[in-house]
């Protein structure tokens, strides 16, 4: 069974469009994280979220909402798409405690 | 002076060599350290975590880290082919802070 799973693997969309990723975990972990992985692929975390409460949010552009229905969900909404949102978006999961995180596959997001 | 640095490569070492991949740190306060591996078009993979000086082993990895130089490194024994790939250096500030910082990653080939 997969650990950590993000819907869907690819995304492509027009600019000005607005789209939604979706995570899900299995691990029974209690924060999950989103991170950007751009072109060079530097991985920069955006928001974290630890039993459906907000605790990173980084320097992203409010355009970005995350919403943590559950502590096994998170989401990302995005709003008004511009070019330079293209990149892959991951989702990660850490344990109560832990510090080890555990990435989902990735969505590949392309704005055109 | 970037938070986390690492040499971008790529790095080549003959097939059953030992590669010796480096990463350096400038936030003293830093606590946690973690290496990922990372394929192509694929997510980050956690290989190793570290926490103490000293060295932590397992299998064919070796973690070292060394506070007092902010310093951390990951050796690959008897280098096999399937260790081509990205690996990331990733760094934790403080416990209870679960936000990481990754360098932008070393690209290692392993040359049969």
């Known amino acids: 069974d997969t650990a950590v799973s993000q819907t869907p693997k690819y995304l492509v969309t027009q600019m000005g469009n607005d789209k939604s990723i979706k995570c899900e975990q299995n691990l029974g972990h209690d924060t999950m994280y989103w991170y950007k992985q751009d072109s060079k692929k530097f991985l920069k975390i955006m928001f974290s979220?630890?039993?459906?409460?907000?605790?990173i949010n980084e320097t992203v552009p409010n355009r970005f909402s995350p919403k943590s229905p559950d502590k096994a969900h998170l989401n990302l909404h995005i709003n008004s798409l511009e070019l330079g949102d293209s990149a892959v978006y991951f989702c990660?999961?850490?344990?109560?405690?832990?510090?080890?995180?555990?990435f989902g596959p990735g969505t590949r997001l392309t704005v055109t | 002076q970037k938070e986390v640095e690492q040499n971008s490569g790529p790095l080549s070492v003959p097939e059953g060599a030992i590669a010796s991949l480096n990463c350096t740190y400038s936030d003293r306060v830093s606590q946690s350290f973690f290496w990922y591996r990372q394929y192509s078009g694929k997510s980050p993979e956690l290989i190793m975590s570290?926490?103490?000086?000293g060295d932590k082993e397992d299998g064919r990895f070796t973690a070292q880290l060394n506070k007092a130089s902010q310093y951390v490194s990951l050796l690959i024994r008897d280098s096999q082919p399937s260790d081509s790939a990205t690996y990331l250096c990733?760094?934790?500030?403080?416990?209870?802070?679960?936000?990481?910082?990754f360098g932008t990653g070393t690209r290692l080939t392993i040359i049969p």
């Open positions: 990660a999961s850490s344990g109560q405690g832990a510090y080890e995180q555990y």
């Open positions: 570290i926490y103490s000086n």
């Open positions: 990733a760094v934790g500030k403080d416990f209870g802070n679960e936000k990481l910082t």
């Open positions: 979220y630890n039993n459906k409460e907000l605790i």
